[in-house]
């Protein structure tokens, strides 16, 4: 069986670098999915922390436009931490592994 994987994108006010690291990621994850490593229902998980830029408009586009693509916003800036967890407990279910990532992609 392959597993399921979501990745927990964290986001606050990263309308700049989002459109970038987006396509990094999801070029990442076809790969997994291409090669067999991952499960074709895997996602990217975006979570708006309360962003006062255009962030949450990128992540609706970035949903419409790719099946793998998935968000949930935060009524107000709450930290990454918090922002993480939400992302953590939406996805909980749904999915075999998550991988948290920044989503300037450094770490």
């Known amino acids: 069986m392959i597993a399921k994987l979501y990745l927990i994108v964290p986001c606050y006010n ?6 970038v690291t ?3 990621f ?3 994850m076809q790969r997994l999915v291409r090669n067999g490593k991952v499960h074709k229902d895997s ?3 975006f979570v708006n922390d309360g962003s ?3 962030t949450w408009k990128i992540i609706q586009a970035l949903a419409k436009e790719h099946a793998s693509v998935t968000g949930i916003s935060l009524s107000r800036n ?4 918090n922002a993480l967890l939400a ?3 939406e996805c ?3 999915c075999d592994i998550t991988i948290s990532i920044d989503c300037d992609g450094q770490d």
């Open 14 to 19: 990263e309308a700049k670098v989002l459109p």
């Open 22 to 24: 987006a396509a990094l």
């Open 26 to 28: 999801l070029e990442e």
């Open 43 to 45: 996602r990217i998980c």
């Open 52 to 54: 006062s830029d255009e």
């Open 78 to 81: 709450r930290g990454h931490q």
């Open 87 to 89: 992302g953590l407990m």
């Open 92 to 94: 909980a279910d749904v």
